[in-house]
Protein backbone atom coordinates (compact mmCIF):
# COMPACT_ATOMS: atom_id res chain seq x y z
CA UNK A 1 0.00 0.00 0.00
CA UNK A 2 2.77 2.32 0.86
CA UNK A 3 4.42 1.75 -2.90
CA UNK A 4 0.96 2.22 -4.38
CA UNK A 5 0.30 5.76 -2.58
CA UNK A 6 4.03 6.65 -3.17
CA UNK A 7 3.71 5.73 -7.23
CA UNK A 8 0.08 7.81 -7.13
CA UNK A 9 1.84 10.71 -5.48
CA UNK A 10 4.39 10.93 -8.38
CA UNK A 11 1.84 10.29 -11.01
CA UNK A 12 0.00 13.55 -9.35
CA UNK A 13 3.63 15.64 -9.14
CA UNK A 14 4.02 14.66 -12.92
CA UNK A 15 0.87 15.58 -14.59
CA UNK A 16 0.53 18.61 -12.35
CA UNK A 17 4.35 19.76 -13.42
CA UNK A 18 3.26 18.99 -16.90
CA UNK A 19 0.60 21.24 -16.58
CA UNK A 20 2.45 24.05 -15.04
CA UNK A 21 5.39 23.56 -17.64
CA UNK A 22 2.67 23.91 -20.83
CA UNK A 23 1.60 27.35 -18.39
CA UNK A 24 5.06 28.42 -18.65
CA UNK A 25 5.79 28.41 -22.16
CA UNK A 26 9.64 27.59 -22.67
CA UNK A 27 11.86 30.96 -22.35
CA UNK A 28 12.22 32.42 -25.88
CA UNK A 29 9.16 30.36 -27.22
CA UNK A 30 5.86 31.25 -28.64
CA UNK A 31 2.52 29.08 -27.21
CA UNK A 32 -0.45 29.19 -29.55
CA UNK A 33 -2.61 27.14 -27.03
CA UNK A 34 -5.98 27.52 -28.96
CA UNK A 35 -4.23 26.76 -32.14
CA UNK A 36 -1.79 24.55 -30.84
CA UNK A 37 1.23 25.26 -32.24
CA UNK A 38 4.82 26.07 -30.41
CA UNK A 39 7.33 28.01 -32.51
CA UNK A 40 10.80 27.49 -30.75
CA UNK A 41 12.07 29.17 -33.83
CA UNK A 42 16.48 30.74 -32.47
CA UNK A 43 15.25 29.34 -28.69
CA UNK A 44 18.76 28.82 -28.35
CA UNK A 45 17.33 24.86 -27.07
CA UNK A 46 19.83 22.09 -27.25
CA UNK A 47 17.08 19.34 -26.53
CA UNK A 48 13.48 18.93 -27.82
CA UNK A 49 11.42 20.26 -24.94
CA UNK A 50 8.28 17.20 -23.46
CA UNK A 51 6.69 19.25 -21.20
CA UNK A 52 4.67 20.66 -24.39
CA UNK A 53 0.58 20.15 -24.50
CA UNK A 54 0.52 16.43 -25.56
CA UNK A 55 -2.38 17.86 -27.95
CA UNK A 56 -0.08 19.71 -29.68
CA UNK A 57 -0.21 20.00 -33.82
CA UNK A 58 2.82 22.27 -34.73
CA UNK A 59 6.09 22.03 -33.34
CA UNK A 60 8.82 24.69 -34.87
CA UNK A 61 12.52 23.73 -33.62
CA UNK A 62 14.24 25.27 -36.77
CA UNK A 63 18.09 27.45 -36.19
CA UNK A 64 18.47 25.67 -32.61
CA UNK A 65 21.87 23.67 -31.18
CA UNK A 66 19.69 20.32 -30.74
CA UNK A 67 22.08 16.85 -31.39
CA UNK A 68 19.50 14.07 -30.73
CA UNK A 69 15.98 13.26 -30.86
CA UNK A 70 16.13 10.06 -29.08
CA UNK A 71 12.62 9.40 -27.45
CA UNK A 72 11.47 13.37 -27.44
CA UNK A 73 8.71 12.94 -29.64
CA UNK A 74 6.98 10.10 -27.52
CA UNK A 75 4.03 12.54 -25.83
CA UNK A 76 3.37 13.98 -28.73
CA UNK A 77 1.14 11.61 -30.64
CA UNK A 78 -1.11 14.07 -32.40
CA UNK A 79 1.68 16.19 -34.20
CA UNK A 80 0.74 17.20 -37.77
CA UNK A 81 3.75 19.52 -39.09
CA UNK A 82 7.60 19.34 -37.40
CA UNK A 83 10.27 21.21 -38.64
CA UNK A 84 13.74 20.42 -36.67
CA UNK A 85 15.99 22.09 -39.49
CA UNK A 86 19.48 24.12 -39.25
CA UNK A 87 20.55 22.06 -36.20
CA UNK A 88 22.83 19.73 -35.18
CA UNK A 89 21.32 16.14 -35.47
CA UNK A 90 23.84 13.80 -36.86
CA UNK A 91 21.37 10.81 -37.16
CA UNK A 92 17.87 10.49 -36.59
CA UNK A 93 18.06 6.83 -35.15
CA UNK A 94 15.84 3.80 -35.06
CA UNK A 95 12.21 4.61 -34.40
CA UNK A 96 11.86 7.73 -33.19
CA UNK A 97 8.80 8.79 -35.10
CA UNK A 98 7.51 5.40 -34.05
CA UNK A 99 4.27 6.89 -32.69
CA UNK A 100 3.86 10.19 -34.81
CA UNK A 101 1.24 8.37 -37.12
CA UNK A 102 -0.54 12.17 -37.99
CA UNK A 103 2.41 13.76 -38.92
CA UNK A 104 2.61 14.81 -42.62
CA UNK A 105 5.63 17.50 -43.13
CA UNK A 106 9.14 16.65 -41.54
CA UNK A 107 11.41 19.17 -42.06
CA UNK A 108 14.92 17.86 -40.86
CA UNK A 109 17.36 19.64 -43.63
CA UNK A 110 20.12 21.76 -43.06
CA UNK A 111 21.83 19.37 -39.99
CA UNK A 112 24.56 16.52 -40.33
CA UNK A 113 22.73 13.23 -41.00
CA UNK A 114 25.18 10.78 -42.52
CA UNK A 115 22.79 7.56 -42.50
CA UNK A 116 19.12 6.38 -42.75
CA UNK A 117 17.97 3.13 -42.62
CA UNK A 118 14.85 1.26 -42.93
CA UNK A 119 14.10 2.05 -39.33
CA UNK A 120 14.15 5.45 -39.04
CA UNK A 121 11.17 6.42 -40.82
CA UNK A 122 9.00 3.52 -38.66
CA UNK A 123 5.73 5.29 -38.18
CA UNK A 124 5.14 7.89 -40.55
CA UNK A 125 2.86 6.49 -42.69
CA UNK A 126 0.99 10.02 -43.02
CA UNK A 127 4.18 11.86 -44.25
CA UNK A 128 3.36 13.28 -47.21
CA UNK A 129 6.80 15.83 -47.43
CA UNK A 130 9.57 14.89 -46.45
CA UNK A 131 12.83 17.76 -46.61
CA UNK A 132 16.50 16.09 -45.92
CA UNK A 133 18.36 18.49 -47.96
CA UNK A 134 21.78 19.78 -47.15
CA UNK A 135 23.07 16.68 -45.03
CA UNK A 136 25.87 14.57 -45.60
CA UNK A 137 23.99 11.18 -46.36
CA UNK A 138 26.37 8.93 -48.63
CA UNK A 139 24.03 6.18 -49.85
CA UNK A 140 20.48 4.85 -49.84
CA UNK A 141 19.59 1.04 -48.58
CA UNK A 142 16.90 -1.03 -49.64
CA UNK A 143 13.36 -0.46 -48.29
CA UNK A 144 14.44 3.12 -46.47
CA UNK A 145 11.36 4.47 -47.43
CA UNK A 146 9.14 1.43 -46.84
CA UNK A 147 7.17 2.89 -44.57
CA UNK A 148 6.40 6.38 -46.15
CA UNK A 149 3.48 4.86 -48.38
CA UNK A 150 1.72 8.09 -48.57
CA UNK A 151 4.99 10.18 -49.32
CA UNK A 152 4.26 12.49 -52.00
CA UNK A 153 7.69 14.81 -52.03
CA UNK A 154 11.31 13.99 -51.08
CA UNK A 155 13.91 16.18 -51.01
CA UNK A 156 17.50 14.69 -50.88
CA UNK A 157 19.39 17.39 -52.52
CA UNK A 158 22.87 19.14 -51.39
CA UNK A 159 23.52 15.82 -49.60
CA UNK A 160 26.44 12.74 -50.80
CA UNK A 161 24.66 10.15 -52.38
CA UNK A 162 26.40 8.21 -54.31
CA UNK A 163 24.89 5.10 -54.17
CA UNK A 164 21.37 4.08 -54.59
CA UNK A 165 20.36 0.26 -53.32
CA UNK A 166 18.10 -1.55 -56.21
CA UNK A 167 15.37 -1.30 -54.17
CA UNK A 168 15.75 1.88 -51.76
CA UNK A 169 12.49 3.69 -53.21
CA UNK A 170 10.09 0.68 -52.78
CA UNK A 171 7.29 1.77 -51.34
CA UNK A 172 6.85 5.07 -52.62
CA UNK A 173 4.22 4.07 -54.59
CA UNK A 174 2.77 7.84 -54.18
CA UNK A 175 5.39 10.21 -54.90
CA UNK A 176 5.25 12.70 -57.05
CA UNK A 177 8.53 14.59 -56.48
CA UNK A 178 12.27 13.81 -56.30
CA UNK A 179 14.86 16.10 -55.73
CA UNK A 180 17.96 14.43 -56.06
CA UNK A 181 20.02 17.78 -57.02
CA UNK A 182 23.36 18.20 -56.27
CA UNK A 183 24.72 14.84 -55.04
CA UNK A 184 27.39 12.43 -55.75
CA UNK A 185 25.77 10.42 -58.57
CA UNK A 186 27.12 9.10 -61.74
CA UNK A 187 24.89 6.91 -63.46
CA UNK A 188 21.03 7.57 -63.69
CA UNK A 189 19.40 4.96 -61.28
CA UNK A 190 16.93 4.11 -64.12
CA UNK A 191 16.37 0.16 -62.02
CA UNK A 192 15.69 1.88 -59.00
CA UNK A 193 13.15 4.32 -60.49
CA UNK A 194 10.72 1.35 -61.18
CA UNK A 195 9.09 1.65 -57.79
CA UNK A 196 8.20 5.12 -58.75
CA UNK A 197 5.49 4.78 -60.39
CA UNK A 198 3.33 7.62 -59.80
CA UNK A 199 6.27 10.05 -60.20
CA UNK A 200 5.76 13.33 -62.20
CA UNK A 201 8.86 15.63 -61.28
CA UNK A 202 12.42 14.63 -61.00
CA UNK A 203 15.32 16.90 -60.48
CA UNK A 204 18.65 14.88 -61.12
CA UNK A 205 20.27 18.69 -61.78
CA UNK A 206 24.31 18.97 -61.06
CA UNK A 207 25.33 15.36 -60.88
CA UNK A 208 27.57 14.20 -62.83
CA UNK A 209 26.54 12.05 -66.04
CA UNK A 210 28.82 12.95 -69.08
CA UNK A 211 26.14 11.34 -71.17
CA UNK A 212 22.50 9.81 -70.98
CA UNK A 213 22.14 6.46 -72.68
CA UNK A 214 19.62 4.60 -73.83
CA UNK A 215 15.91 4.68 -72.64
CA UNK A 216 17.51 5.98 -69.04
CA UNK A 217 14.04 7.08 -68.27
CA UNK A 218 12.04 4.42 -69.75
CA UNK A 219 10.95 3.12 -66.22
CA UNK A 220 9.22 6.61 -65.31
CA UNK A 221 6.16 6.40 -68.15
CA UNK A 222 3.66 9.29 -66.11
CA UNK A 223 6.96 11.73 -65.79
CA UNK A 224 6.21 15.42 -66.92
CA UNK A 225 9.07 18.06 -65.46
CA UNK A 226 13.01 16.33 -66.02
CA UNK A 227 15.87 18.73 -64.79
CA UNK A 228 19.23 17.42 -66.03
CA UNK A 229 21.07 20.85 -66.12
CA UNK A 230 24.66 21.01 -64.49
CA UNK A 231 25.59 17.45 -65.18
CA UNK A 232 28.20 17.83 -67.71
CA UNK A 233 25.98 15.81 -70.24
CA UNK A 234 27.73 15.88 -73.67
CA UNK A 235 25.74 13.69 -75.43
CA UNK A 236 22.38 11.95 -75.31
CA UNK A 237 21.40 8.61 -76.83
CA UNK A 238 18.45 9.48 -79.38
CA UNK A 239 16.37 7.10 -77.57
CA UNK A 240 16.76 8.58 -73.99
CA UNK A 241 13.80 9.83 -73.31
CA UNK A 242 11.94 6.33 -74.57
CA UNK A 243 8.61 5.95 -73.47
CA UNK A 244 8.62 9.15 -71.59
CA UNK A 245 5.50 10.43 -73.30
CA UNK A 246 3.94 12.63 -70.72
CA UNK A 247 6.89 14.94 -70.74
CA UNK A 248 5.93 18.19 -70.13
CA UNK A 249 9.26 20.45 -69.19
CA UNK A 250 12.72 19.61 -69.65
CA UNK A 251 16.09 21.31 -68.54
CA UNK A 252 19.49 20.68 -70.14
CA UNK A 253 21.06 24.32 -69.39
CA UNK A 254 24.93 24.58 -68.10
CA UNK A 255 26.02 21.10 -69.92
CA UNK A 256 28.45 20.53 -72.94
CA UNK A 257 26.24 19.80 -75.50
CA UNK A 258 27.58 20.94 -78.84
CA UNK A 259 24.53 20.87 -80.87
CA UNK A 260 20.69 20.29 -80.32
CA UNK A 261 19.37 17.48 -79.28
CA UNK A 262 16.98 17.13 -82.16
CA UNK A 263 17.15 13.11 -82.33
CA UNK A 264 16.61 12.89 -78.88
CA UNK A 265 13.70 15.64 -78.34
CA UNK A 266 11.08 13.20 -81.15
CA UNK A 267 10.45 11.52 -78.46
CA UNK A 268 8.68 14.32 -76.38
CA UNK A 269 5.67 14.74 -78.70
CA UNK A 270 4.12 16.85 -75.61
CA UNK A 271 6.84 19.33 -74.56
CA UNK A 272 6.18 22.61 -73.85
CA UNK A 273 9.26 23.80 -72.31
CA UNK A 274 12.42 23.64 -73.04
CA UNK A 275 15.70 25.16 -71.23
CA UNK A 276 18.67 24.31 -72.97
CA UNK A 277 21.24 27.47 -72.75
CA UNK A 278 24.61 27.74 -70.76
CA UNK A 279 26.00 24.94 -73.75
CA UNK A 280 28.60 24.64 -76.06
CA UNK A 281 25.98 24.91 -79.35
CA UNK A 282 27.00 26.88 -82.32
CA UNK A 283 24.55 26.51 -84.53
CA UNK A 284 20.66 26.19 -84.43
CA UNK A 285 19.83 23.92 -87.62
CA UNK A 286 16.43 23.87 -89.49
CA UNK A 287 13.69 22.10 -87.78
CA UNK A 288 15.69 22.31 -84.60
CA UNK A 289 13.03 21.25 -82.52
CA UNK A 290 10.45 20.36 -84.67
CA UNK A 291 10.51 16.87 -82.75
CA UNK A 292 8.20 18.59 -80.38
CA UNK A 293 5.29 20.23 -82.02
CA UNK A 294 3.53 21.18 -78.65
CA UNK A 295 6.56 23.08 -77.65
CA UNK A 296 5.23 26.42 -75.98
CA UNK A 297 8.89 28.15 -74.25
CA UNK A 298 11.75 27.97 -75.48
CA UNK A 299 14.47 29.78 -72.93
CA UNK A 300 18.75 29.43 -74.12
CA UNK A 301 20.40 31.83 -72.34
CA UNK A 302 24.15 32.48 -72.39
CA UNK A 303 26.07 30.21 -74.79
CA UNK A 304 28.69 32.20 -75.70
CA UNK A 305 29.31 29.79 -78.65
CA UNK A 306 26.23 30.61 -80.51
CA UNK A 307 26.44 32.62 -84.00
CA UNK A 308 23.80 31.04 -86.28
CA UNK A 309 20.46 30.72 -86.27
CA UNK A 310 19.13 28.76 -89.29
CA UNK A 311 15.83 31.11 -90.80
CA UNK A 312 14.01 27.67 -91.05
CA UNK A 313 14.78 27.01 -87.09
CA UNK A 314 11.74 26.66 -85.56
CA UNK A 315 9.54 25.24 -88.28
CA UNK A 316 7.39 22.32 -86.79
CA UNK A 317 6.91 24.24 -83.51
CA UNK A 318 3.87 26.77 -84.13
CA UNK A 319 2.72 26.60 -80.86
CA UNK A 320 5.86 28.24 -79.43
CA UNK A 321 4.31 31.73 -76.99
CA UNK A 322 7.58 32.65 -75.34
CA UNK A 323 11.40 32.72 -76.46
CA UNK A 324 14.15 33.84 -74.61
CA UNK A 325 17.40 34.02 -76.36
CA UNK A 326 19.44 36.56 -74.14
CA UNK A 327 23.14 37.00 -73.76
CA UNK A 328 24.39 35.29 -76.69
CA UNK A 329 27.16 37.93 -77.81
CA UNK A 330 28.14 36.34 -81.20
CA UNK A 331 24.29 36.19 -82.28
CA UNK A 332 24.35 39.50 -84.42
CA UNK A 333 21.61 38.61 -86.96
CA UNK A 334 17.91 36.99 -86.97
CA UNK A 335 16.34 36.67 -90.39
CA UNK A 336 12.76 38.05 -90.95
CA UNK A 337 11.37 34.74 -91.72
CA UNK A 338 13.08 32.69 -88.60
CA UNK A 339 9.58 33.07 -86.65
CA UNK A 340 7.15 33.39 -89.78
CA UNK A 341 5.44 29.78 -88.04
CA UNK A 342 5.20 31.86 -84.51
CA UNK A 343 3.87 35.44 -86.16
CA UNK A 344 0.48 34.24 -84.54
CA UNK A 345 1.31 32.83 -81.46
CA UNK A 346 4.43 34.29 -80.17
CA UNK A 347 3.86 36.68 -76.83
CA UNK A 348 6.79 37.28 -75.49
CA UNK A 349 10.62 37.55 -76.58
CA UNK A 350 13.31 38.68 -75.64
CA UNK A 351 16.71 39.40 -77.39
CA UNK A 352 18.53 41.16 -74.67
CA UNK A 353 21.96 40.87 -74.11
CA UNK A 354 23.01 39.92 -77.70
CA UNK A 355 25.11 41.84 -80.67
CA UNK A 356 21.63 42.60 -82.69
CA UNK A 357 21.99 45.41 -84.53
CA UNK A 358 19.04 45.65 -86.46
CA UNK A 359 15.33 44.02 -86.02
CA UNK A 360 13.47 43.53 -89.08
CA UNK A 361 10.16 45.22 -89.14
CA UNK A 362 8.39 42.32 -90.79
CA UNK A 363 9.93 39.23 -88.49
CA UNK A 364 6.71 39.20 -86.04
CA UNK A 365 3.34 41.40 -85.57
CA UNK A 366 4.62 42.84 -83.24
CA UNK A 367 1.61 44.32 -82.17
CA UNK A 368 0.16 41.43 -80.69
CA UNK A 369 3.34 40.92 -78.58
CA UNK A 370 2.59 41.18 -75.07
CA UNK A 371 6.61 42.08 -74.32
CA UNK A 372 9.64 42.60 -75.93
CA UNK A 373 13.26 42.89 -75.11
CA UNK A 374 15.86 43.93 -77.17
CA UNK A 375 18.19 46.01 -74.26
CA UNK A 376 22.10 45.23 -74.12
CA UNK A 377 22.15 45.31 -78.15
CA UNK A 378 24.39 47.47 -80.30
CA UNK A 379 21.48 49.03 -81.86
CA UNK A 380 22.14 51.12 -85.14
CA UNK A 381 19.44 53.68 -84.36
CA UNK A 382 18.21 55.08 -88.19
CA UNK A 383 15.00 54.93 -89.83
CA UNK A 384 14.81 51.12 -90.19
CA UNK A 385 14.26 51.29 -86.51
CA UNK A 386 11.78 53.80 -86.75
CA UNK A 387 9.05 50.79 -85.83
CA UNK A 388 10.60 50.10 -82.86
CA UNK A 389 10.91 53.32 -81.43
CA UNK A 390 7.09 53.73 -82.53
CA UNK A 391 5.98 50.43 -80.62
CA UNK A 392 7.47 51.02 -77.90
CA UNK A 393 6.97 54.64 -77.30
CA UNK A 394 3.27 53.41 -77.29
CA UNK A 395 3.87 51.09 -74.44
CA UNK A 396 4.60 51.95 -70.82
CA UNK A 397 7.96 51.19 -70.56
CA UNK A 398 10.39 51.35 -67.17
CA UNK A 399 12.88 53.72 -66.67
CA UNK A 400 15.28 51.42 -66.31
CA UNK A 401 14.42 49.71 -69.43
CA UNK A 402 14.62 52.96 -71.23
CA UNK A 403 18.07 53.41 -69.53
CA UNK A 404 19.47 50.51 -71.17
CA UNK A 405 18.24 50.21 -74.16
CA UNK A 406 20.97 52.59 -75.78
CA UNK A 407 22.40 53.15 -79.38
CA UNK A 408 25.37 51.70 -80.94
CA UNK A 409 25.35 53.56 -84.73
CA UNK A 410 25.86 56.44 -86.51
CA UNK A 411 28.47 57.38 -83.90
CA UNK A 412 27.39 60.86 -82.88
CA UNK A 413 24.15 58.74 -81.20
CA UNK A 414 26.72 56.54 -79.24
CA UNK A 415 25.74 55.78 -75.60
CA UNK A 416 22.34 57.81 -76.31
CA UNK A 417 19.04 56.46 -75.20
CA UNK A 418 16.96 55.39 -78.14
CA UNK A 419 13.86 56.24 -76.93
CA UNK A 420 15.03 59.81 -76.39
CA UNK A 421 15.59 60.50 -80.01
CA UNK A 422 13.41 62.52 -82.38
CA UNK A 423 12.25 61.40 -85.63
CA UNK A 424 14.57 64.12 -87.26
CA UNK A 425 17.73 62.68 -85.64
CA UNK A 426 16.77 59.27 -86.65
CA UNK A 427 16.83 60.81 -90.25
CA UNK A 428 13.39 59.78 -90.48
CA UNK A 429 11.74 62.86 -91.07
CA UNK A 430 13.47 63.35 -94.78
CA UNK A 431 13.09 60.35 -95.59
CA UNK A 432 9.28 60.88 -94.99
CA UNK A 433 9.44 64.30 -96.37
CA UNK A 434 11.29 63.11 -99.63
CA UNK A 435 8.48 60.62 -99.97
CA UNK A 436 5.00 62.76 -99.74
CA UNK A 437 6.71 65.46 -102.07
CA UNK A 438 7.61 62.44 -104.46
CA UNK A 439 3.96 61.42 -104.27
CA UNK A 440 2.96 65.29 -104.96
CA UNK A 441 4.75 65.49 -108.23
CA UNK A 442 3.42 62.08 -109.08
CA UNK A 443 0.08 63.17 -109.12
CA UNK A 444 0.66 66.62 -111.00
CA UNK A 445 2.33 64.72 -113.74
CA UNK A 446 0.08 62.50 -114.35
CA UNK A 447 -3.24 64.75 -114.25
CA UNK A 448 -0.94 67.15 -117.06
CA UNK A 449 -0.15 64.17 -119.16
CA UNK A 450 -4.64 63.31 -118.85
CA UNK A 451 -4.98 66.77 -120.44
CA UNK A 452 -2.36 66.48 -123.02
CA UNK A 453 -3.58 62.98 -124.15
CA UNK A 454 -7.16 64.45 -124.26
CA UNK A 455 -6.61 67.74 -126.54
CA UNK A 456 -4.36 64.99 -128.26
CA UNK A 457 -7.51 62.78 -128.93
CA UNK A 458 -9.40 65.66 -129.77
CA UNK A 459 -7.25 67.26 -132.52
CA UNK A 460 -6.56 63.93 -134.06
CA UNK A 461 -10.49 63.27 -134.26
CA UNK A 462 -11.07 67.35 -135.75
CA UNK A 463 -7.73 66.82 -138.40
CA UNK A 464 -9.35 63.60 -139.61
CA UNK A 465 -12.81 64.68 -139.90
CA UNK A 466 -11.74 67.59 -142.11
CA UNK A 467 -9.31 65.77 -144.20
CA UNK A 468 -12.31 63.50 -145.46
CA UNK A 469 -15.94 64.41 -146.63
CA UNK A 470 -18.53 62.44 -146.05
CA UNK A 471 -22.15 62.37 -146.84
CA UNK A 472 -24.39 61.88 -144.10
CA UNK A 473 -27.43 60.79 -144.08
CA UNK A 474 -28.40 60.37 -140.27
CA UNK A 475 -31.22 58.20 -139.74
CA UNK A 476 -32.78 58.85 -136.40
CA UNK A 477 -34.25 55.34 -135.68
CA UNK A 478 -30.53 53.58 -136.73
CA UNK A 479 -28.60 56.02 -134.82
CA UNK A 480 -25.91 56.10 -137.56
CA UNK A 481 -23.27 57.69 -139.99
CA UNK A 482 -23.29 56.05 -143.95
CA UNK A 483 -19.69 56.45 -143.30
CA UNK A 484 -19.33 55.66 -139.46
CA UNK A 485 -21.42 54.54 -136.55
CA UNK A 486 -22.27 56.65 -133.71
CA UNK A 487 -21.95 53.94 -130.85
CA UNK A 488 -22.34 55.22 -127.17
CA UNK A 489 -20.98 58.57 -127.67
CA UNK A 490 -18.12 57.00 -129.25
CA UNK A 491 -17.07 57.93 -133.04
CA UNK A 492 -15.67 54.90 -134.66
CA UNK A 493 -14.84 54.68 -138.32
CA UNK A 494 -15.30 51.49 -141.29
CA UNK A 495 -11.10 50.60 -141.87
CA UNK A 496 -11.22 51.51 -145.18
CA UNK A 497 -11.53 54.98 -144.20
CA UNK A 498 -8.82 54.94 -141.22
CA UNK A 499 -5.67 55.56 -142.78
CA UNK A 500 -3.15 56.59 -139.86
CA UNK A 501 -5.21 55.14 -136.90
CA UNK A 502 -5.74 51.02 -136.83
CA UNK A 503 -7.71 51.07 -133.53
CA UNK A 504 -10.69 52.80 -132.35
CA UNK A 505 -10.24 55.74 -130.26
CA UNK A 506 -11.96 56.73 -127.04
CA UNK A 507 -11.62 60.10 -126.59
CA UNK A 508 -13.90 60.06 -123.21
CA UNK A 509 -11.78 57.62 -121.39
CA UNK A 510 -8.12 59.09 -122.32
CA UNK A 511 -9.17 62.25 -121.20
CA UNK A 512 -10.41 60.43 -117.82
CA UNK A 513 -6.90 59.26 -117.15
Not at 56 to 75: D, G, V, W
Not at 311 to 328: R, W
Not at 331 to 348: A, G, I, M, P, W
Not at 450 to 478: A, G, H, Q
Amino acid sequence: MVVFSLLAHLVSLLVLFRGFAFAMCPMRCTCHEKKLIVNCKKAVLDVVPITLNPELRELYLTHNQIKSIKASFTFYTKLEFLDVSNNQLAELGKKNFAVQHNLRVLFVNQNKINEVNNQTFVGLSSLQLLNLNENAVQSLPNNVFDSLSKLQKLDLSRNRISHISADAFAGLSALKTLILRENSLTVIPSAQFRHLTALVKLDLGHNVFNSIGESAFATLPTLEDLSLDKCQISSLHASSFLNVNQMRRLRLDENNLSEIPSDSLQQLKNLEELIIGRNKIASIEAFAFGGSPKLKVLDIRHDHQLSYIDKDAFLGIPHLLKVILEFCPNVRHLHENTFDVQKRSLKYLSLRGNHIENVAHNLLNWQQLQYIDVRGNPLTCNCSLLWLWELLKQRNVSKEYKDELVCAEPANFRGHRFLSLSLSEMACYESKHTIITGSVIVAVVCALSSIVLSLWCRTKLFLLFRSKKYETDLKEDLGYYEKGRIIDNQVMFPQSTMIYIQTPIKCASISQV
